[in-house]
Protein backbone atom coordinates (compact mmCIF):
# COMPACT_ATOMS: atom_id res chain seq x y z
CA UNK A 1 0.00 0.00 0.00
CA UNK A 2 1.26 3.20 -0.91
CA UNK A 3 1.52 5.73 1.85
CA UNK A 4 1.09 9.67 2.09
CA UNK A 5 3.79 11.08 3.73
CA UNK A 6 2.15 14.14 4.95
CA UNK A 7 -1.95 14.95 5.61
CA UNK A 8 -3.76 15.81 2.91
CA UNK A 9 -6.64 18.25 3.92
CA UNK A 10 -9.71 17.55 1.95
CA UNK A 11 -9.04 14.15 1.27
CA UNK A 12 -10.38 11.19 3.24
CA UNK A 13 -8.84 8.42 1.99
CA UNK A 14 -4.73 9.28 3.01
CA UNK A 15 -3.47 5.69 1.23
CA UNK A 16 -3.76 4.61 -2.41
CA UNK A 17 -4.18 0.86 -2.32
CA UNK A 18 -3.35 -1.23 -5.30
CA UNK A 19 -5.59 -2.18 -7.55
CA UNK A 20 -6.58 -5.66 -6.82
CA UNK A 21 -6.83 -6.18 -10.86
CA UNK A 22 -3.36 -5.00 -11.80
CA UNK A 23 -0.52 -7.01 -12.11
CA UNK A 24 1.92 -4.01 -11.63
CA UNK A 25 2.10 -1.47 -9.31
CA UNK A 26 3.09 2.29 -10.41
CA UNK A 27 5.03 3.73 -7.04
CA UNK A 28 6.83 7.36 -6.67
CA UNK A 29 10.51 6.97 -5.77
CA UNK A 30 12.93 9.96 -7.23
CA UNK A 31 11.46 12.39 -8.69
CA UNK A 32 14.79 13.63 -10.08
CA UNK A 33 14.84 10.44 -11.95
CA UNK A 34 11.94 10.38 -13.96
CA UNK A 35 12.10 11.85 -17.52
CA UNK A 36 8.17 11.79 -18.33
CA UNK A 37 5.72 13.99 -16.81
CA UNK A 38 4.31 12.34 -13.35
CA UNK A 39 1.29 14.09 -11.50
CA UNK A 40 1.66 13.42 -8.17
CA UNK A 41 -0.32 16.23 -6.16
CA UNK A 42 -3.37 13.84 -4.42
CA UNK A 43 -4.85 17.35 -3.58
CA UNK A 44 -5.65 17.81 -7.87
CA UNK A 45 -8.62 16.47 -9.07
CA UNK A 46 -9.26 15.57 -12.66
CA UNK A 47 -12.26 14.68 -14.72
CA UNK A 48 -12.86 12.35 -17.37
CA UNK A 49 -15.76 11.67 -19.89
CA UNK A 50 -17.51 8.51 -19.39
CA UNK A 51 -18.80 7.01 -23.19
CA UNK A 52 -21.16 5.23 -20.99
CA UNK A 53 -24.10 3.34 -24.09
CA UNK A 54 -26.21 2.56 -20.73
CA UNK A 55 -27.40 4.36 -17.92
CA UNK A 56 -30.27 2.44 -15.99
CA UNK A 57 -29.01 -0.26 -13.65
CA UNK A 58 -30.69 -3.11 -12.35
CA UNK A 59 -30.12 -3.47 -8.56
CA UNK A 60 -29.85 -7.55 -7.72
CA UNK A 61 -29.19 -6.47 -3.77
CA UNK A 62 -32.29 -8.53 -2.04
CA UNK A 63 -31.60 -5.78 0.81
CA UNK A 64 -31.91 -2.25 -1.39
CA UNK A 65 -34.60 -0.51 -2.22
CA UNK A 66 -35.49 0.16 -5.64
CA UNK A 67 -34.69 -2.03 -7.89
CA UNK A 68 -33.05 0.55 -10.49
CA UNK A 69 -30.67 2.97 -10.09
CA UNK A 70 -28.48 5.54 -12.30
CA UNK A 71 -25.27 7.60 -11.74
CA UNK A 72 -24.24 10.43 -13.50
CA UNK A 73 -20.93 10.19 -12.27
CA UNK A 74 -18.42 7.04 -11.48
CA UNK A 75 -15.99 7.98 -8.77
CA UNK A 76 -17.36 10.71 -5.80
CA UNK A 77 -15.37 14.18 -4.70
CA UNK A 78 -17.09 13.92 -1.39
CA UNK A 79 -14.22 11.38 -0.19
CA UNK A 80 -16.35 9.62 2.31
CA UNK A 81 -13.62 7.70 4.25
CA UNK A 82 -16.07 4.76 4.69
CA UNK A 83 -18.01 4.46 1.64
CA UNK A 84 -18.59 1.32 0.17
CA UNK A 85 -18.54 2.10 -3.43
CA UNK A 86 -14.75 2.72 -3.40
CA UNK A 87 -14.16 -0.74 -4.19
CA UNK A 88 -16.43 0.08 -7.51
CA UNK A 89 -13.38 2.40 -8.61
CA UNK A 90 -11.33 -0.47 -9.54
CA UNK A 91 -12.80 -1.36 -12.49
CA UNK A 92 -11.95 1.43 -13.94
CA UNK A 93 -8.16 1.28 -13.74
CA UNK A 94 -8.34 3.58 -10.51
CA UNK A 95 -7.61 2.45 -6.80
CA UNK A 96 -10.26 2.75 -4.03
CA UNK A 97 -8.40 5.40 -2.45
CA UNK A 98 -7.57 8.96 -3.32
CA UNK A 99 -8.39 8.16 -6.61
CA UNK A 100 -11.99 7.33 -6.24
CA UNK A 101 -12.22 11.42 -4.62
CA UNK A 102 -9.82 12.81 -7.08
CA UNK A 103 -10.17 10.96 -10.87
CA UNK A 104 -13.68 11.41 -11.69
CA UNK A 105 -15.54 10.24 -14.62
CA UNK A 106 -18.90 12.20 -15.52
CA UNK A 107 -21.58 11.29 -18.49
CA UNK A 108 -22.88 14.35 -19.97
CA UNK A 109 -25.00 12.24 -21.99
CA UNK A 110 -26.97 10.72 -18.86
CA UNK A 111 -30.50 12.22 -19.49
CA UNK A 112 -30.33 11.19 -23.59
CA UNK A 113 -29.92 7.93 -22.20
CA UNK A 114 -32.58 8.08 -19.81
CA UNK A 115 -34.88 8.96 -22.84
CA UNK A 116 -33.31 6.45 -24.93
CA UNK A 117 -34.85 3.99 -22.11
CA UNK A 118 -38.28 4.92 -21.65
CA UNK A 119 -38.61 4.70 -24.88
CA UNK A 120 -37.89 0.90 -25.36
CA UNK A 121 -41.37 -0.73 -26.53
CA UNK A 122 -43.63 -2.34 -23.55
CA UNK A 123 -41.44 -0.32 -20.79
CA UNK A 124 -43.27 -0.12 -17.66
CA UNK A 125 -42.32 2.69 -15.29
CA UNK A 126 -40.68 1.48 -11.28
CA UNK A 127 -38.49 4.07 -9.46
CA UNK A 128 -35.31 4.48 -10.44
CA UNK A 129 -33.12 5.85 -7.68
CA UNK A 130 -30.09 9.03 -7.77
CA UNK A 131 -27.78 7.82 -7.05
CA UNK A 132 -27.09 3.76 -6.14
CA UNK A 133 -23.40 4.25 -6.28
CA UNK A 134 -21.68 7.80 -5.73
CA UNK A 135 -23.45 11.01 -5.40
CA UNK A 136 -25.55 12.95 -7.79
CA UNK A 137 -25.10 16.08 -6.29
CA UNK A 138 -21.08 16.01 -5.70
CA UNK A 139 -19.29 19.45 -6.35
CA UNK A 140 -19.35 18.83 -9.78
CA UNK A 141 -22.49 18.81 -10.36
CA UNK A 142 -23.01 22.64 -9.68
CA UNK A 143 -20.68 22.97 -13.23
CA UNK A 144 -22.30 19.95 -15.17
CA UNK A 145 -26.05 20.35 -14.15
CA UNK A 146 -26.25 16.66 -15.34
CA UNK A 147 -28.57 16.04 -12.14
CA UNK A 148 -30.77 18.83 -13.01
CA UNK A 149 -31.12 17.58 -16.92
CA UNK A 150 -32.23 13.89 -15.49
CA UNK A 151 -34.86 15.58 -13.31
CA UNK A 152 -36.37 17.44 -16.26
CA UNK A 153 -36.47 14.10 -17.69
CA UNK A 154 -38.09 12.39 -14.97
CA UNK A 155 -40.42 15.22 -15.03
CA UNK A 156 -41.70 15.72 -18.67
CA UNK A 157 -41.96 11.82 -18.73
CA UNK A 158 -43.98 12.13 -15.20
CA UNK A 159 -41.57 8.76 -14.02
CA UNK A 160 -40.69 8.38 -10.46
CA UNK A 161 -37.61 9.09 -9.11
CA UNK A 162 -36.08 8.64 -5.54
CA UNK A 163 -32.95 10.36 -4.36
CA UNK A 164 -30.45 10.03 -1.95
CA UNK A 165 -27.22 12.57 -1.27
CA UNK A 166 -25.40 14.30 1.52
CA UNK A 167 -25.09 17.40 -0.29
CA UNK A 168 -27.07 20.23 -0.06
CA UNK A 169 -27.04 21.44 -3.20
CA UNK A 170 -30.11 19.48 -4.45
CA UNK A 171 -31.75 22.35 -3.17
CA UNK A 172 -30.73 24.06 -6.39
CA UNK A 173 -33.28 22.00 -7.77
CA UNK A 174 -36.16 22.91 -5.79
CA UNK A 175 -38.38 24.12 -8.74
CA UNK A 176 -38.35 20.33 -10.14
CA UNK A 177 -38.81 19.30 -6.96
CA UNK A 178 -41.97 20.86 -6.38
CA UNK A 179 -43.28 19.69 -9.80
CA UNK A 180 -42.22 16.06 -9.36
CA UNK A 181 -43.81 15.88 -5.86
CA UNK A 182 -47.14 17.71 -6.57
CA UNK A 183 -47.63 14.32 -8.68
CA UNK A 184 -45.98 11.83 -6.17
CA UNK A 185 -43.15 11.10 -8.43
CA UNK A 186 -40.21 11.95 -5.72
CA UNK A 187 -38.91 10.95 -2.92
CA UNK A 188 -35.38 11.83 -1.37
CA UNK A 189 -33.43 10.57 1.64
CA UNK A 190 -30.65 12.95 2.93
CA UNK A 191 -27.73 11.20 4.63
CA UNK A 192 -26.46 12.68 8.06
CA UNK A 193 -23.74 10.53 9.34
CA UNK A 194 -23.17 12.95 12.20
CA UNK A 195 -23.49 16.34 13.74
CA UNK A 196 -20.00 17.20 14.40
CA UNK A 197 -18.32 19.39 11.99
CA UNK A 198 -15.00 18.86 13.02
CA UNK A 199 -16.29 14.82 12.51
CA UNK A 200 -17.75 15.74 8.98
CA UNK A 201 -14.45 17.68 8.14
CA UNK A 202 -12.21 14.67 8.66
CA UNK A 203 -14.48 11.78 7.40
CA UNK A 204 -16.66 13.10 4.67
CA UNK A 205 -14.57 16.40 3.88
CA UNK A 206 -16.20 18.05 1.03
CA UNK A 207 -19.48 16.96 1.37
CA UNK A 208 -22.44 19.78 2.87
CA UNK A 209 -21.87 20.68 6.52
CA UNK A 210 -24.47 19.06 8.78
CA UNK A 211 -26.40 22.14 9.70
CA UNK A 212 -26.69 22.41 5.98
CA UNK A 213 -27.75 19.15 5.38
CA UNK A 214 -30.56 19.83 8.29
CA UNK A 215 -31.33 22.61 6.38
CA UNK A 216 -31.84 21.34 3.37
CA UNK A 217 -34.18 18.65 5.22
CA UNK A 218 -36.23 21.65 6.38
CA UNK A 219 -36.65 23.42 3.34
CA UNK A 220 -37.95 19.74 1.14
CA UNK A 221 -40.60 19.21 3.64
CA UNK A 222 -41.64 22.73 3.75
CA UNK A 223 -42.15 22.69 0.24
CA UNK A 224 -44.19 19.18 0.17
CA UNK A 225 -41.28 17.39 -0.73
CA UNK A 226 -41.42 14.29 1.24
CA UNK A 227 -37.66 14.09 2.76
CA UNK A 228 -36.70 11.03 5.08
CA UNK A 229 -33.09 11.08 6.97
CA UNK A 230 -30.29 8.30 6.80
CA UNK A 231 -28.08 7.95 9.80
CA UNK A 232 -25.53 6.24 7.59
CA UNK A 233 -22.99 4.50 8.10
CA UNK A 234 -23.20 4.19 12.19
CA UNK A 235 -20.13 4.03 13.47
CA UNK A 236 -19.44 2.85 17.25
CA UNK A 237 -17.59 5.06 19.63
CA UNK A 238 -17.48 7.67 16.59
CA UNK A 239 -21.16 8.52 15.32
CA UNK A 240 -23.22 6.18 18.22
CA UNK A 241 -23.22 8.50 20.89
CA UNK A 242 -25.12 11.37 18.57
CA UNK A 243 -27.98 9.38 17.30
CA UNK A 244 -30.43 10.20 20.05
CA UNK A 245 -29.55 14.16 19.47
CA UNK A 246 -29.49 13.37 15.59
CA UNK A 247 -33.03 12.01 15.71
CA UNK A 248 -34.75 15.13 17.49
CA UNK A 249 -32.71 16.94 14.86
CA UNK A 250 -34.46 15.61 11.73
CA UNK A 251 -37.89 15.35 13.60
CA UNK A 252 -37.33 19.18 14.07
CA UNK A 253 -36.32 19.48 10.83
CA UNK A 254 -39.13 17.62 9.02
CA UNK A 255 -38.23 14.77 7.96
CA UNK A 256 -41.21 11.90 7.85
CA UNK A 257 -38.75 9.38 9.31
CA UNK A 258 -35.31 8.37 9.82
CA UNK A 259 -33.48 4.92 9.34
CA UNK A 260 -29.98 3.61 9.72
CA UNK A 261 -27.51 1.36 8.86
CA UNK A 262 -24.04 0.52 10.53
CA UNK A 263 -20.83 0.65 9.23
CA UNK A 264 -19.59 -2.38 6.71
CA UNK A 265 -15.68 -2.29 5.26
CA UNK A 266 -16.11 -4.67 2.62
CA UNK A 267 -12.46 -4.92 -0.05
CA UNK A 268 -9.87 -2.16 -0.09
CA UNK A 269 -12.05 0.15 2.02
CA UNK A 270 -10.76 -1.84 5.44
CA UNK A 271 -7.61 -0.79 4.99
CA UNK A 272 -8.18 2.57 4.00
CA UNK A 273 -10.89 3.21 7.08
CA UNK A 274 -7.83 1.61 9.06
CA UNK A 275 -5.41 4.31 7.95
CA UNK A 276 -7.56 7.08 8.46
CA UNK A 277 -8.86 6.33 11.93
CA UNK A 278 -5.91 5.62 13.20
CA UNK A 279 -4.53 8.90 11.69
CA UNK A 280 -7.39 10.51 13.21
CA UNK A 281 -8.10 8.87 16.23
CA UNK A 282 -4.80 7.22 17.83
CA UNK A 283 -6.12 7.26 21.33
CA UNK A 284 -9.63 5.40 20.08
CA UNK A 285 -8.82 3.36 16.75
CA UNK A 286 -8.47 0.33 18.45
CA UNK A 287 -11.83 0.43 20.02
CA UNK A 288 -13.39 1.80 16.71
CA UNK A 289 -12.19 -1.63 15.11
CA UNK A 290 -12.64 -3.70 17.52
CA UNK A 291 -16.19 -2.59 17.95
CA UNK A 292 -16.45 -2.97 14.16
CA UNK A 293 -15.60 -6.17 13.99
CA UNK A 294 -17.62 -7.24 17.19
CA UNK A 295 -20.64 -5.88 14.47
CA UNK A 296 -19.60 -8.05 11.89
CA UNK A 297 -18.46 -11.61 13.76
CA UNK A 298 -14.62 -10.60 13.95
CA UNK A 299 -14.18 -9.08 10.43
CA UNK A 300 -14.44 -5.48 9.56
CA UNK A 301 -17.11 -6.13 6.74
CA UNK A 302 -19.90 -9.07 6.61
CA UNK A 303 -21.36 -9.43 3.10
CA UNK A 304 -24.49 -11.73 4.00
CA UNK A 305 -27.90 -10.33 2.86
CA UNK A 306 -29.96 -9.19 5.46
CA UNK A 307 -27.25 -8.95 7.71
CA UNK A 308 -24.65 -6.47 6.35
CA UNK A 309 -26.28 -3.45 6.95
CA UNK A 310 -27.27 -4.12 10.36
CA UNK A 311 -25.37 -6.58 11.99
CA UNK A 312 -25.27 -9.50 13.53
CA UNK A 313 -27.11 -10.42 17.36
CA UNK A 314 -24.76 -9.11 19.50
CA UNK A 315 -24.52 -6.80 22.60
CA UNK A 316 -23.99 -3.91 20.73
CA UNK A 317 -26.01 -3.62 18.22
CA UNK A 318 -28.72 -5.09 20.67
CA UNK A 319 -27.73 -2.06 22.62
CA UNK A 320 -27.86 0.64 19.51
CA UNK A 321 -31.03 -0.53 18.12
CA UNK A 322 -33.03 -0.48 21.83
CA UNK A 323 -30.93 3.54 21.92
CA UNK A 324 -32.90 3.98 18.11
CA UNK A 325 -36.00 2.56 18.60
CA UNK A 326 -36.18 4.79 22.04
CA UNK A 327 -35.16 8.03 20.36
CA UNK A 328 -37.67 6.79 17.19
CA UNK A 329 -40.50 6.76 19.46
CA UNK A 330 -39.97 10.04 21.07
CA UNK A 331 -39.41 12.29 18.79
CA UNK A 332 -41.47 10.55 15.83
CA UNK A 333 -45.22 9.65 18.51
CA UNK A 334 -46.96 10.50 15.00
CA UNK A 335 -45.39 8.49 12.19
CA UNK A 336 -47.27 9.71 9.13
CA UNK A 337 -47.65 6.85 6.33
CA UNK A 338 -44.81 5.74 3.90
CA UNK A 339 -44.90 7.97 0.68
CA UNK A 340 -46.11 6.10 -2.27
CA UNK A 341 -44.68 6.29 -5.98
CA UNK A 342 -47.46 7.41 -8.40
CA UNK A 343 -47.10 4.88 -11.24
CA UNK A 344 -49.56 5.52 -13.60
CA UNK A 345 -48.77 9.06 -14.85
CA UNK A 346 -46.14 8.15 -17.14
CA UNK A 347 -45.79 9.23 -20.45
CA UNK A 348 -43.10 7.80 -22.39
CA UNK A 349 -40.93 11.07 -24.63
CA UNK A 350 -41.46 11.89 -27.84
CA UNK A 351 -39.48 10.61 -30.39
CA UNK A 352 -37.20 12.73 -32.49
CA UNK A 353 -37.00 14.98 -29.06
CA UNK A 354 -33.02 13.64 -27.99
CA UNK A 355 -31.56 16.02 -30.22
CA UNK A 356 -32.72 18.98 -27.25
CA UNK A 357 -29.98 17.54 -25.00
Request: proline letters at 7%.
Given at each position: MELIEDYIKGRGA????????????????????????????????????????????????PDVGPSWSMNPYRGCEHGCVYCYARNSHEYWGFSAGIDFESKIMVKPSAPELLREHFMRRNYKPEPIMLSGNTDCYQPVERKMEITRDI?????????????????????????????????????????????????????????????????????????????????APVIPWLTDVETPQLVKACAEAGAYTVGYTIVRLNGAVGGIFTDWVQKNYPMKAEKVLNAIKDMHDGKLNDSEFGRRMKGSDTPWNQIFKQQFNVAMKRYFQEKPPKPVYNLAAFVPPAKGQLSLF
Amino acid sequence: MELIEDYIKGRGAQTNPHNQFHNHELVFEHMEGLDEDFDHNPGSTKFYIDSTKAIVNKVTSPDVGPSWSMNPYRGCEHGCVYCYARNSHEYWGFSAGIDFESKIMVKPSAPELLREHFMRRNYKPEPIMLSGNTDCYQPVERKMEITRDILKVFLECKHPVGIITKNALILRDLDILKELSAQNLVQVAISITTLDNDLQRRMEPRTSLPSKRLDAVRRLSDAGVPVMVMHAPVIPWLTDVETPQLVKACAEAGAYTVGYTIVRLNGAVGGIFTDWVQKNYPMKAEKVLNAIKDMHDGKLNDSEFGRRMKGSDTPWNQIFKQQFNVAMKRYFQEKPPKPVYNLAAFVPPAKGQLSLF
